[in-house]
């Protein structure tokens, strides 16, 4: 899986995207709906194909964000994606945040049974988050 980060000078803000499913790889981590621990906050489970996902391009994403942050720190952080990016997106904000960084969150077409980190969402007191999840 591959995050896109891109600074909008006309907006102050830093954008990390992610595609939703365009892949043999995407159609397979889509299917792998298995609960797995994840280390994003005590005893938050994820489905394992989209998490895994999220670990191949974590330390690319982060380092990316954090070089663009000190770059811009006046600049708002957006994590967005639709479907498997969604899912994506959903732990790149939680990630971001619990480095300390705010982030508004904007994921659509995100499968219901993908995450369980709403406990981390309240817990940091995060005002924007806007989730439209995929219906049956």
Known sequence: M???????TT?????VAFRGTASVRGVIADAMFS?????????????????NSWLEARDGVMAAVKSASAQYPAFQIVATGHSLGGAIADFAAAELR????SVALVSTGVK???I???ALMSIRSIPTALHALALP
């Open 2 to 8: 591959t995050g896109y980060i891109a600074t909008d």
């Open 11 to 15: 907006n102050s803000a830093i954008v």
């Open 35 to 51: 609960a797995v621990e994840t280390d994003i906050c005590d005893g938050c489970t994820a489905a394992a194909g989209f998490y």
């Open 98 to 101: 619990n480095e300390g960084y």
């Open 112 to 114: 219901r049974a993908h």
């Open 116 to 118: 369980d980190i709403g």
